[in-house]
C-alpha cells in the first residue's frame, strides 16, 4: 500500500505565495513521477506541474513563471512552490505520484492524496 499526503494550503490575499508539500510513503519500489492537480467548483481536474524521476518538468501555461515544482527523491517528497497568486487559482489541489511499488515491480500505479484547499481572496 501508498500513501500521498499534502500540506501546505490556506486563505492568502492575491498576490501572496503560498508552498505546497507532498509526501508518498508506503511499499515503494520507485517514484516514476510526482505532480500537482488542482480542481476548482464545477471544473474538471487539471494538471498543473509535474516532475519525472529523469528529471523532465512541465508547467500549465496558467502558472508557468508564477509556480515552481520541486522534489526529493531521498524523501519522496515534491514541493509546489506558489507566488504572484491570483484569485482563479483558487482550487483544491491534489498530488499525484506515480509509483512502481515493491510487490509489483513491473508495472506503475497511480496513487493520489486527498487534496488541500487554497483559498486566494481578491
Known amino acids: 500500500q501508498v500513501h500521498v499526503v499534502e500540506s501546505g494550503g490556506g486563505l492568502v490575499q492575491a498576490g501572496g505565495s503560498l508552498r505546497l508539500s507532498c509526501v508518498a510513503s508506503?511499499?515503494?519500489?520507485?517514484?516514476?513521477?510526482m505532480a500537482w492537480y488542482r480542481q476548482a467548483p464545477d471544473k474538471q481536474r487539471e494538471l498543473v506541474a509535474v516532475?519525472?524521476?529523469?528529471?523532465?518538468?512541465d508547467y500549465a501555461d496558467s502558472v508557468k513563471g508564477r509556480f515552481t515544482i520541486s522534489g526529493d527523491n531521498a524523501k519522496n517528497t515534491v514541493y509546489l512552490e506558489m507566488n504572484s497568486l491570483k484569485p482563479e487559482d483558487t482550487a483544491v489541489y491534489y498530488c499525484?505520484?506515480?509509483?512502481?511499488?515493491?510487490?509489483?515491480?513491473?508495472?506503475?500505479?497511480?496513487?493520489w492524496g486527498q487534496g488541500t484547499q487554497v483559498t486566494v481572496s481578491s
Open positions: 499525484n505520484a506515480v509509483v512502481t511499488t515493491l510487490q509489483s515491480v513491473g508495472a506503475m500505479f497511480n496513487y
Open positions: 508506503g511499499s515503494i519500489f520507485r517514484i516514476n513521477s
Open positions: 516532475t519525472t524521476r529523469g528529471g523532465s518538468i
